[in-house]
């Protein structure tokens, strides 16, 4: 099967040192959204980790942080395929600067209902089921919107990555201002300053000019492009080894969210200021993982590289499973954000490298499923099992889980290797290369 390679290899016009880690702000759009982002993203990691104090604080109920994560995320699984069309056949600006203005009315709501002591575990289910609604939308079509902001093709997987440092950057602070905040004054300004933060992401994309606009889009029915999309991707077994590794990561062991006010009040005996820092530590490890990923001068031996991280990432959470020490588990914490990362921002460039140009935006829906889509089900699943046998044990069992996903990835690397030759994506890595 042809596919429209989007990425240089071989790297060898790719500046070295800092400027190439950061060179796709050379380009004045991505610039503008990279400073949108960066003011804008604190916002809903605050909100993450608010949310979850509040519903543990409101009700003490593991299954109940389930039930919440479940429907926060499973309009992903449900809609992310209608974005996919809706990406390669509309203006991919437009959707996402509407996408910003819901998710800013949403946290506005969330925030006001705290504010005038009248919120009810309805709401909060209500509300978060309307985010996940947004996010299906957003997601798709901010992926694949990245390389319409880039006048260089060669920069994407700079791109991708410096997206990926945004958000884990944003998840280091986030966590630990919600944290404190929580203490100090109660949930509802960690959801009116996330509100807030989106003037600065929709201000950033009103003011690009000259992005690249959708030129092969067909109009199709949407149910028959659904379904090109999904024959592309399942046809494809490049596509579909990586996007079945990160469904799976994303069931099994991505709910380990869900589980952490468990963790900080029940296990360690913290508060909400453990729960901060436990978040943060993961975002420090995934911090690290973004700068590892975007010093890369190409995407040689990449896919291989997720397998890798994969494990790693499993790994973490089987020890952190047995820690009941508060500096411990925030340096697991931080090594599971590692492998986290890699792998997720790995599986997004690789992707996005390998996909058909026409196809880009289909491609990332799936991406989003697999990446959003799934976690609900493992949420519920989470919260469940963890009522029954208790969270470490459930930890436990989805590390595990996750090094096993990693293994069966691993010998598949052979046969990816030889169905997609193109820059040895799925080879050994080049020689300098991170």
């Known amino acids: ?74 309009p992903s699984l449900l809609f992310a395929p209608v974005a996919g069309v809706l990406a390669d056949r509309m203006n991919r600006h437009r959707l996402l600067v509407a996408t910003q203005v819901a998710s800013m009315i949403q946290a506005l709501l969330f925030a006001g209902l705290i504010l005038a002591d009248v919120i009810a575990v309805w709401h909060i289910i209500v509300l978060s089921c309307l985010l996940g609604f947004i996010n299906a939308f957003d997601m798709p079509i901010r992926q694949s919107f990245v390389p319409d902001m880039l006048e260089r093709k060669e920069d994407l997987s700079n791109a991708i990555a410096l997206n990926s440092i945004m958000v884990n950057g944003s998840r280091l602070i986030g966590p630990s201002v919600a944290g404190i905040l929580i203490a100090a004054v109660g949930e509802g300004y960690c959801f009116l300053i996330n509100g807030l933060s989106f003037i600065a992401v929709i201000g950033a994309l009103l003011a690009m000019k000259g992005y690249r606009k959708n030129k092969t889009a067909r109009h199709e029915p949407v149910w028959q492009g659904m379904k090109t999309g999904f024959s592309y991707v399942f046809g494809f077994p490049p596509l579909s080894a990586v ?102 921002a790995g599986s997004n460039t690789v992707l996005q490298t390998i996909a058909d140009e026409d196809k880009r935006g289909r491609v990332m829906s799936f991406y989003t499923v697999a990446f959003r889509g799934m976690v609900p089900f493992g949420s ?23 090094i096993l996903g990693a293994l069966w990835y691993g010998r598949k690397i052979g046969s990816l290797r030889r169905l997609c030759p193109a820059g040895e994506v799925f080879g050994p890595a080049a020689s300098g290369t991170a």
């Open 243 to 344: 996007i079945l590794l990160l469904a799976l990561i994303s069931l099994i062991g991505m709910p380990y969210i869900v589980l952490m006010p468990i963790f900080a009040k029940t296990i360690l005996h913290g508060g909400p200021n453990t729960l901060g820092f436990l978040m943060a530590a993961t975002g420090v490890g995934a911090l690290v993982g973004a700068i590892s990923l975007a010093s890369r001068k190409n995407v040689r031996g990449l896919g291989k590289t997720l397998g890798l991280a994969a494990g790693i990432f499993g790994l973490g959470l089987v020890l952190f499973s047995f820690s009941r020490s508060i500096p411990l588990s925030i340096l697991l914490m931080a090594i599971t954000g590692f492998g986290m990362i890699t792998e997720m």
């Open 380 to 402: 519920i699943l989470a919260g469940t099992v963890a009522s029954g046998i208790g969270a470490p044990h459930t930890l436990l069992i989805g590390g595990l889980v996750c």
């Open 1 to 74: 099967m042809a596919t429209g390679n989007t990425i240089q290899i071989d790297g060898s016009d790719i500046p070295t040192g800092v400027k190439g880690t950061f060179r796709a702000l050379r380009h004045r759009n991505f610039r503008l959204f990279f400073i949108g982002q960066i003011i804008s993203l604190t916002g809903p990691w605050m909100q993450v980790v608010a949310q979850s104090w509040l519903v543990y604080r409101l009700t003490g109920s593991a299954a109940l942080l389930g039930i919440v994560g479940f429907v926060g995320n499973l």
